[in-house]
């Protein structure tokens, strides 16, 4: 049975359908039901979390319908939104063709910024600082 969604008139979210209307911040969004039949909520494999400040990534391996993989990217970022906090999401969709290039382009991209544009910069701390961060806590 495909998942039927909320898509809120006048805005570009869309939200899971939770019934005939959705509130947020306190007002009801007015609302249209559409359905799913994509399959872009496949069942993930492999899911790696990265935490960056108020930015955390997460790389998400999924399988399509017919046992094809492909690696979804998401950007998740935390705003405050009155007492409350809403996250704002962008999502890439990398398929297994495209795996080495985009690896290669990320890869030379980053060492032209460590070589050419921050040579004196000490990138060896921050990853101390994430091995420090994720260690587990010791009582002495």
């Known amino acids: 049975m495909p998942k039927k969604w909320l898509i809120a008139l006048n805005s570009r979210k869309v939200l899971p359908y939770l019934g005939s209307y959705i509130i947020k ?3 009801i969004l ?3 039901t559409v359905e799913d039949n994509r399959g872009y909520d ?3 494999i492999f899911s790696k979390k990265v935490k960056a400040g108020k ?4 790389f998400d391996v999924k399988s399509t319908r017919a046992n094809d993989y492909y690696l979804t990217i998401t950007e998740s970022k935390r705003k ?3 007492d409350s906090f809403t996250y704002e999401k962008h999502k890439i969709f990398l398929y297994k063709e495209d795996f080495f290039k985009f690896a290669e382009a990320l890869n030379e991209s980053v060492d032209y ?3 050419e544009l921050l040579p004196d910069v000490d ?5 101390q ?3 420090e961060s994720s260690s587990e806590l010791k009582w002495e």
Not at 123 to 127: G, I, S, T
Request: charged share 50%; proline share 0%; hydrophobic share 15%.
């Open 30 to 32: 007015k609302t249209k």
């Open 42 to 44: 496949r069942e993930e």
């Open 55 to 58: 930015r955390t990534y997460f």
């Open 129 to 131: 600082e994430e091995e």
């Open 123 to 127: 990138f060896d701390q921050y990853e």
């Open 80 to 82: 405050a939104n009155g």
């Open 25 to 27: 911040n306190k007002k």
């Open 113 to 115: 910024v460590k070589t």
